[in-house]
């Protein structure tokens, strides 16, 4: 490749002129589908991250998450956040365990307000199938897809219906991804998000790095 890539941390942050008196003065709020947070910044979805405790504070303070999927009962917790009237953000994967799921959701009425499809390999047909299938579903669910590190990738998936992608494969430390399957975008996820954010039309999540 004759295109040189670049991450975050070849970047210095030049200060500029100060016009605050106060940092709290600024906003940082952003808003994101039906809902408007104070930070544009987000947990990973992971479990080791990410406890149904936590989402629930997050959410009462006005802050975005995504459940992670591994040993999660979201039916179970899409419930009590409704209870609690608190917004719902569950992650799922794209197989059959994964369309059981949003059935069971559906016929109880709990329709999570953010639903995330997070699969390694973002930029595939069972992606395509099952964001179709939500939409088809739960049309008024915000749909949050990934991850992918391509402008083809976030081109096709918007297409395919979500509202917002999530890009960054392999970028973290401790993602495992890059040394056990050799893809990725480990050392140039600046440039990657640069890329991506060129050709996007809705909303792009930076995942790691």
Known sequence: MDKQGFDFKDFTLIPGMCVVKSRSECDTSVRFGK????LPIM?????SVISHELA???????????????????VEFVRSMKEKSLFSSISIGVNEDA????????EQNLIPEYITVDIAHGHSIKMKEIVSYIKQIMPESFVIGGNVCTPEAVEDLES???????CGIAAGSACT???TTGFGNRGWQASMIEE???VA???????GG
């Open 35 to 38: 809902y408007t947070f104070k």
């Open 43 to 47: 947990p990973a979805n992971m479990e």
């Open 56 to 74: 629930e504070k997050m959410a009462k303070n006005g802050f975005f998450y995504v459940l992670h999927r591994f040993n999660a009962n979201e």
């Open 99 to 106: 369309y059981n799921l949003l059935n069971t959701l559906k």
């Open 160 to 166: 395919w219906g979500c509202d917002a992608v999530k």
């Open 177 to 179: 991804t890059d040394p």
């Open 196 to 198: 991506c954010t060129a």
């Open 201 to 207: 039309k809705k909303p792009i999540i930076s995942d």
